[in-house]
C-alpha cells in the first residue's frame, strides 16, 4: 500500500456516503464518487469536495470500494473487471463471489453497523469485517479498514452471512420493539421520551452482565399469570400478540 | 409534607435496595428498612447506615413504600392496615386496590426502569409514574418522586398495564434479541463487543428519528430473498426462526 492509497467509492446511498465521511479524514485519498444518480453525485461532490464520475469515465485508484444494493453488486462490479485495483464490496450477505469473475483482486470491506446519510458516527469504534480472496492482499484490506476504525476483523463469506443475521435481529428487530412499545405508550398518552432511560439501561447492562444474566421478567420466571394478563392486554392486537408468545416460549426455552 | 418526611421502605430486593440508595441522597430520611430475610435487613443497615425492622415492631412513618413482589404486595400491606401513613406499592402490573382495603392513604410509586443492586443509576431522569386515591394526597406523592427524580408522571392503573407491557417490550425483549444474537456472534466466533456500536445507534436512531422512521431492514423494504436465506440459516433453531417469521411479518404489516 502507498502512502496516501486511491479510493473510488461506487453508489450514492448511506454506506457511500460514510465511506466517503470516515475516509476523507484519514490517509486515503478518495478520488471520486461513481454513480449513475447525477444529482446524488454532485450532492457528494459539493459536500465532500470530490470529483464525481459516470460508470464509463472513471480514473484509475489503487482501491474500488463497491456500495450499491446487493442485487446490483454483480453487475456493477462488471465495469472494473479490467482493473488492477482491489475491487471490494460492503454486503454482508452476498459472498465474496458475487464480484464478477474476472476481477483480478477481490475483497469485501463490510462495516457492522447502521447508516443514515448526515448522522455523524464514531468510525473509530465501528467493527469493519474484512475478507480477501488472494492471501497476499489481506494486509493492504488492514490497513485499509485500520484507516477508519480500530476495530478491524477477519471473516469468510459463510460467517458474515451469521453475522448480518445477528445485525437483523439487534437493529431491525429491536427497533420494530421500540416501535410497538412507542405505540402503546403513545395509545395511553405517556410521552414516549419516557422509554430512554430503560433501553439505554437495557443495553448497558447486556454489555456489562451478558444478556443471560440480565434476563429478567415473566417469561424468565414463569410467571404465567403475568403473561396471561399481557396476552389478554393484547388481545386486539394480533400481531404482537402472537410476537408475545414466541418471545415468551423462546425466553423459557433457553432459561429452563 | 413536612420538610424532611420520613420514609419505611419494606423489602430487600432490587427495587428496595434502589429506593434506599435514591432517597438517602434526598430530603426525605428513611427512618428504616422492613422486611423479614435478616441478613439482607443486615446488609441493608450497614449499607445505607439505617435501621432495620422485622414486620411487627416498625416506627411510624410518613410513607411507606412497599417493595416487594407483585403477589406478596396484599398480604404485606395488611400490615400497615392502621397507619396513617402514604402507604404506596411499586408495581407496574397491580392496581392501586391491590393495596389491603382499610389502609387510608393509598398510592403508586412506579420507576420505570430496570434495576440491579450496586448497579448505579441516574435517578433524576428516571420517570416515575404516581397514582393515588385521595385528590388531597396527589401533591405529596409529587413531591415525594419530585425529591429523586425530574419526570415525574400521574397515571392510572389501567394505563400503567400497558406502561408495564412497553417495559417489557423494550427491557425484557430487547435482552432476548441481544442474547440470540450474542450465541450467533459466539457460534461464529466473533467476538460479542462487536454488537455495542450497533446496538448504541439502533436506540440513539429511534431517539432522533422515531422507530417508524428508523425502521430498515429485509422486512421493511420487503426483501423476500434475504428473509428466505435467513430462515434457510435458522432452519435447526427452531424457536429463533419462527420469531424471525413473526417479527418480519409483523414489520412489514406495519409498514405497508
Chains 1, 2 share one sequence.
Not at 480514473?59 to 482491489?86: C, M, Q
Not at 476504525?149 to 445477528?166: I, P
Not at 448497558?204 to 415473566?218: F, M, V
Amino acid at each position: 500500500m502507498t502512502k496516501t492509497p486511491t479510493i473510488l467509492v461506487v453508489g450514492t446511498g448511506n454506506v457511500a456516503w460514510h465511506l466517503c465521511n470516515a475516509f476523507k479524514d484519514s490517509n486515503c485519498k478518495i478520488k471520486g464518487i461513481v454513480g449513475r444518480n447525477t444529482s446524488e453525485l454532485d450532492s457528494f461532490s459539493r459536500q465532500f469536495n470530490i470529483e464525481s464520475f459516470g460508470f464509463h469515465d472513471f480514473p484509475n485508484s489503487e482501491v474500488i470500494l463497491i456500495a450499491v444494493s446487493d442485487d446490483k453488486i454483480n453487475k456493477v462490479s462488471e465495469i472494473f473487471k479490467a482493473s488492477n485495483a482491489l475491487v471490494v464490496h460492503t454486503s454482508g450477505t452476498k459472498s465474496i463471489a458475487e464480484l464478477c469473475e474476472e476481477i483480478k483482486n477481490k475483497g469485501v470491506f463490510y462495516p457492522f453497523q447502521t447508516f443514515s446519510k448526515n448522522k455523524p458516527l464514531n468510525y473509530k469504534s465501528t467493527p469493519i469485517f474484512i475478507e480477501t480472496e488472494k492471501p497476499e492482499n489481506t494486509n493492504f484490506m488492514k490497513t485499509l479498514a485500520g484507516e477508519i476504525s480500530s476495530k478491524v476483523h477477519d471473516l469468510d463469506s459463510t460467517s458474515r452471512k451469521e453475522l448480518h443475521l445477528a445485525g437483523v435481529l439487534s437493529n431491525n428487530f429491536v427497533n420494530a420493539l421500540i416501535g410497538e412499545a412507542t405505540s402503546l405508550l403513545t395509545k395511553n398518552n405517556i410521552p414516549t421520551e419516557v422509554m430512554w432511560p430503560l433501553l439505554e439501561e437495557t443495553i448497558a447492562k447486556a454489555k456489562s452482565l451478558g444478556a443471560k444474566d440480565a434476563q429478567t421478567g415473566p417469561a424468565k420466571r414463569g410467571d404465567s399469570k403475568s403473561i396471561e394478563a399481557h396476552l389478554e392486554l393484547l388481545k386486539s392486537n394480533d400481531q404482537l400478540k402472537k410476537l408475545y408468545s414466541i418471545m415468551s416460549n423462546l425466553i423459557q426455552e433457553r432459561h429452563s
